[in-house]
């Protein structure tokens, strides 16, 4: 009987020895980031039509924290990826556009690995880079050990892989591949996580489905909605949730899921071009109205965060990288200070609010804007400003910009402030960006504005007062 006490009380022990061990030991974290996916293509989401059918990704919502106020900080795929490896306002480094970011972030400019391996992480990209097209921009040059997948612009076929001009990389060398590509990514996912479920790692996941063309597996395209387009998404769309549910699955297998902090998202809004639907939401990608920008928004850390929950604040993928740092208990940079912030407090119940504004801003800043005060919403374009209140009008259907004339200039006047302090666009730049240029271009640019507003404020003091 003695024994038998001392067996239990030596297994209370060891457990409670494995219960401070999981606290303390640092979090795996993975970003799985979808490439176009409508914020209704998602069986979760209660607008979501019949024809979606996402049973693994679901899954992952139901046991994890729906954020249903998460924002994207771009409306197309790069900038938006330049944000969310920076934790910054990509705008700070002249990056307005899908050409700008597809080119290159500037060097100088600090990735998320770049952050986390000093404190033992392991670091793999996959899938889709579009962060620089040379190998000075490469994924394994800006703090990655690992990278499988393409580093072009835009879209790369699923099946054909044989544009060497365009090609799918492993590490820094192009390799010749076959294979459905989504399901290729998904593999290499499960293989990382293998290789390194003894050591704390960062896995960026970034699929390139559902983004055109629009390619799947015939035997999996079926025709349920007359639109031969969005048959084909749908099927696309199963494949992606396929290697969601392998990649938590891995996790599971291997006894890391509870402590790995996992988040998953989209990049923008759905393409209309791939039919894609973003209900109830007004717009598509491209638009900085609720579908370009209002995506799909998972969080999951069952040894942190209570999952089956919902959370209401405003967040978006700028805070990625500070909530990454927080996860992994490291302090926030002084040298590169982030823009976006730790999305944990709010996911904990500890604080209910995140941001005061966000900003969107494409073309320079003088074309397709938005920003997003509280409950108020401005979205510019061209020489159209309308306002919206998300609280009672999500769909943005009813234009409140001559009810409200002076929240529409309060917004207006906290963009164009915004927007002074951030860098000019990088195509806009006498030449192309190297290590040390982005600081002294940001100065020059900021200087150049603040001796113009000076200049404003001295004529103004000298015109006559009526």
């Known amino acids: ?57 679901d899954a992952l919502a139901y046991s994890s924290i729906i954020c249903t106020q998460g924002y994207t900080s ?26 700008e970011g597809g080119s290159g972030v500037p060097l100088d400019e600090v990735f998320i690995p770049q952050r986390l391996k000093p404190a033992g992480y392991v670091t793999g990209a996959l899938g889709k880079w579009h962060l620089g097209l040379t190998e000075e921009y490469h994924a394994m040059n800006r703090g990655f050990d690992e990278f499988y997948g393409f580093m072009g612009r835009g879209a790369h ?27 290729r990514i998904t593999e290499e996912a499960v293989d990382f996580i293998q290789r390194h479920k003894k050591n704390p790692f960062f896995l960026y996941v970034a699929y390139n489905a ?13 025709k349920v909605t007359g ?14 949730d396929m290697g969601v549910g392998q990649i938590v699955k891995s996790l599971k297998a291997n006894d890391l899921f509870d402590n790995t902090l996992l988040i998953f998202l989209t990049d923008n809004g759905g393409s209309a071009a791939m039919s894609a639907n973003n209900a109830p939401l007004r717009g598509f990608k491209q638009m ?4 370009g920008i209002h995506v799909p928004f998972i969080v999951s850390w069952p040894a942190k965060l209570e999952g089956g929950t ?69 979205v510019a374009e061209r020489n159209r400003i309308e306002l919206f209140d998300l609280e009672k009008d999500l769909s943005e259907e009813t234009d409140l910009a001559k009810k409200h004339p002076k929240v529409v200039s309060e917004l207006t006047e906290n963009y164009n402030h915004w927007l002074e302090e951030m860098a000019d666009p990088i195509s806009n730049q006498e030449k192309r960006w ?27 003091k000298k015109s006559p007062k009526p």
């Open 74 to 99: 771009g409306h197309v795929c790069s900038p938006t990826r330049a944000g969310l490896m920076t934790g910054r306002y990509q705008q700070r480094f002249g990056v307005y556009t899908a050409g």
């Open 310 to 378: 919902k959370c209401d604040v405003p967040m978006w993928s700028i805070d990625l990288f500070a909530t990454a740092l927080d996860a992994a208990g490291l302090p926030l940079p002084k040298d590169k200070p982030l823009d976006g912030k730790s999305i944990l407090p709010v996911l904990k119940g500890e604080s209910n609010k995140l941001h005061d504004k966000l900003y969107w801003s494409s073309g320079g800043g003088k074309g397709k804007w938005a920003i997003r005060s509280g409950k108020w919403k401005l």
């Open 434 to 460: 190297k290590p040390g240029d982005a600081a002294s271009a940001n100065n020059k640019s900021k200087e150049k504005k603040k001796a113009a507003r000076v200049k404003a404020r001295e004529a103004k």
């Open 1 to 57: 009987m003695r024994l038998r006490l001392t067996a239990k009380i030596l297994a209370f022990i060891l457990s409670g020895i494995a219960y401070v061990c999981l606290a303390d030991e640092k979090p795996n974290i993975v970003i799985i980031l979808t490439d176009d996916q409508g914020y209704a293509d998602v069986s979760y989401n209660p607008h979501s039509p019949p024809e979606v059918s996402t049973p693994n990704i």
């Open 288 to 291: 900085d109205y609720e579908g």
């Open 227 to 240: 639109d031969e387009t969005r048959d084909t998404l749908i099927a696309m769309l199963k494949h992606l």
């Open 157 to 183: 076929p699923y099946f054909d892989h044989s544009d060497m001009s365009h090609p799918i990389y492993r590490g820094l060398k192009p390799i010749k591949e076959e294979g459905y590509l989504t399901t």
């Open 210 to 222: 559902v983004h055109s063309p629009p390619e799947a597996p015939e035997e999996d395209i079926k």
